[in-house]
């Protein structure tokens, strides 16, 4: 099934025309409709791309440690499993958590060696970052279109700010496993595509030297059904919402001080707690309410009854929660550095403000307060903008039809 679409490695994929080529490349006639192989071993925002490409007729199958019942809109014939690794260490990282890194070496090996022998038929082959590393070599060596999909910033700028936040706070440094990392700039390095979320991740892959003509920005869509707008007219209580892992990265020191400034208006911080960052903050946590992780059917809940939604976040690709927030008719306060930007027109949709500025958040914490038709205009226009641009069709088109101009330059 596969076809050798382009033997030349070190050639440019047709740069400068994507932007105008794009969309008219769906419809133009083909010798055959490309076919692509997704390699993940988790969902990430994968399995809504492979679900994508399958609504294109261009799925060739998708490669991953989850079982089957686990993945939707994607039908069981292109799903490839091999989940015995996966249960594995799940069932010793509850065991012995020490070993975890260990163990998600074991699950990477199992599925990139697995999936080497079988992907590479496909004409296009995308693996996950640091997931695929010997399938996207493989498959470059046969002629095939290879594409790094990197959710996050190039991982050499997001470990520098990692580490500059937790020297800063006095934390322990983060961790970064050398082999994941040697992983990642080898597929930087093999693609001929990098697939980023947003302008702050693609300016990270810049910064480090990797070719503008390399990198495609594709945010991501958020699931408009699940997340969508209530009848907010009764609702008369100011309720701050944050989802997300409670750490230094998700810049949740940053909101504890803002809250603070403002006299710690009802907020809820969704999702589970860094064991540092909770000793550490443990007086400030004690005036929020923290649920802990919780499904997405709970996040969808406590959006609806929240007022405002808030990332403070020092480094994101793109964060899947901001849509899920605009979506939910809410306003938007989020940093520069969580790839908001692409959907979040400041003073429209809500307030950027820049990184580690608690100032910044608490003023605008307080302008919504103040003001209730501010909260409903700006959450208006957010909703219509996830249901215009950020939906995962929108996502799926643009993942297609990059894919297309692509290969139709080779």
Not at 211 to 237: H, Q
Not at 328 to 337: C, D, E, M, N, R
Not at 399 to 410: F, Q
């Amino acid at each position: 099934m596969g076809s050798k679409v382009g033997s030349d490695r070190s050639r440019s994929v047709c740069a400068q025309q994507l932007p105008q080529a794009a969309v008219a490349c769906l419809h133009k006639p083909m010798d055959h409709l490309m076919q692509v192989a997704v390699v993940s071993a988790y969902p990430f925002h994968m399995f809504a791309q492979a679900a994508q490409l399958h609504r294109h007729g261009m799925l060739y199958g998708l490669y991953t440690v989850m079982p089957k019942t686990r993945i939707s809109n994607v039908p069981n014939s292109r799903v490839h499993s091999h989940p015995v690794r996966a249960a594995l260490r799940h069932g010793l990282r509850a065991l012995t958590p020490a070993i975890d890194d260990q163990m998600s070496r074991f699950v990477i090996r199992g599925l990139d060696r697995w999936s080497k022998s079988r992907a590479v038929e496909a004409d296009i082959v995308i693996g996950l970052s640091s997931f695929a590393t010997d399938t996207l070599r493989r498959a470059g060596d046969l002629g095939r279109l290879v594409v790094c999909d990197r959710g996050s910033w190039h991982i050499l700028e997001q470990r520098a700010v990692l580490e500059r936040e937790h020297e800063k706070w006095g934390f322990q440094p983060p961790r970064f496993d050398p082999w994941i990392v040697s992983r990642e700039l080898s597929d930087y390095e093999s693609a001929d595509l990098i697939f980023v979320p947003s302008e702050a991740a693609e300016s990270s892959f810049v910064r480090r030297g990797v070719a503008a003509d390399k990198l495609r920005r594709i945010p991501y869509g958020v699931d408009t059904e699940v997340f969508a707008t209530p009848d907010r007219s009764g609702n008369g209580d100011f309720r701050v919402v944050s989802v997300g892992r409670v750490e230094l990265q998700k810049g949740h020191q940053y909101l504890l001080e803002a809250l603070a400034q403002i006299e710690y208006p009802a907020a809820t911080f969704v999702g589970p707690i860094d064991h540092e960052f909770g000793r550490r903050f443990a007086d400030q946590l004690t005036r929020v309410t923290c649920t802990g992780r919780v499904g997405s059917d709970e996040v969808a809940r406590l959006m609806r009854q929240s007022s405002v939604f808030v990332l403070a976040s020092v480094q994101e690709g793109l964060a899947l929660v901001v849509l899920e927030a605009m979506a939910s008719g809410l306003p938007v306060i989020a940093t520069t550095a969580t790839g908001a930007s692409e959907f979040v027109d400041d003073g429209v949709h809500g307030y950027l403000v820049s990184p580690g500025d608690p100032d910044a958040i608490a003023a605008a914490l307080h302008d919504l307060r103040e003001d209730r038709d501010l909260r409903k205009r700006m959450g208006d226009a957010a909703s219509r903008r996830a249901q215009e641009a950020g939906t995962w069709n929108s996502y799926g088109d643009s993942v297609a039809s990059t894919l297309a101009a692509a290969t139709r330059c080779l």
